[in-house]
């Protein structure tokens, strides 16, 4: 059987162009409707015309011109204060400032009974460090300059204190065995004598043993800080060793 219509020609294939065309058409005709503008025709005779107005109106005030009059010719002279000259006839007393400059021939007497002693309040220095004294403490029997008398100042302190601390002590108190450590610290004052003495250790007891055999130190010869006594301070660590 033949075909009668071409496939080509057949308008069922434009469909959806059509379908686009016909969308497109009818937004323009809506968009145009919206946009369209109308005008009553009461109003339509005061198109195409405009009003000035004037927006502000500024006031210039008037001024008056005052007319000045000069001063009448007659006017009498301003009044000149004057001046009267009076002799002075009083007599004016002059002071004498007497000289308080002594002479070197008479003598100056002084009334001792006026004069009060004021004592002078001592100062007050701290003790300085046994390292940084200028003359250190001489313990006795010590001779030598200033590094030998340090050393042999060390050596005397620990041997006298060797000599006299009980290590059993320490075991009576039931400390664990092992090393110990004690800290002393003591000032030989002005006078060469042991003051100040303070320890730190594991056990009151051991502490209070310390403070006794440093305080059992002998008269010394005091340290000098420019020429003058002073206290130095004094620190030594001591470890001892318990045993079982």
């Not at 210039?60 to 007319?67: D, F, K």
């Not at 320890?199 to 010869?221: C, D, F, N, Q, Y």
């Amino acid at each position: 059987m033949e075909i009668k219509k071409n496939p080509k020609q057949q308008l069922e294939n434009y469909s959806k162009i059509f379908l686009q065309i016909g969308l497109v058409l009818t937004l323009f005709i809506t968009y145009t409707l919206i946009e369209h503008k109308t005008y009553e025709r009461s109003d339509l005779g005061s198109l195409g015309q405009a009003n000035m107005i004037d927006d502000m109106k500024e006031d210039i005030p008037i001024i008056e011109i005052q007319e000045v009059k000069p001063p009448p010719k007659n006017t009498p002279p301003p009044v000149v204060e004057q001046i009267t000259v009076v002799e002075d006839e009083k007599e004016i007393e002059e002071t004498v400032i007497e000289s308080t400059e002594t002479d070197e021939d008479e003598g100056v007497i002084i009334d001792t009974e006026d004069i009060i002693e004021v004592e002078e309040a001592e100062e007050v220095e701290e003790d300085i460090p046994f390292i940084l004294i200028e003359k250190v403490p001489v313990y006795p029997g010590c001779k030598g300059n200033n590094t030998k008398l340090k050393k042999c100042f060390t050596k005397k302190v620990t041997e006298h204190f060797g000599k006299r601390f009980d290590v059993n002590l320490a075991t009576e108190l039931g400390l664990q065995p092992g090393k110990k450590k004690l800290f002393v610290i003591f000032t030989i004052n002005k006078k060469g004598n042991i003051a100040n003495v303070r320890a730190r250790g594991p056990h009151p007891r051991l502490e209070k043993e310390v403070v006794k055999i440093i305080s059992s130190l002998p008269k010394m010869t005091p340290g000098k800080q420019r020429g003058n006594p002073v206290g130095v301070s004094y620190s030594i660590p001591i470890t001892f060793e318990v045993r079982t």
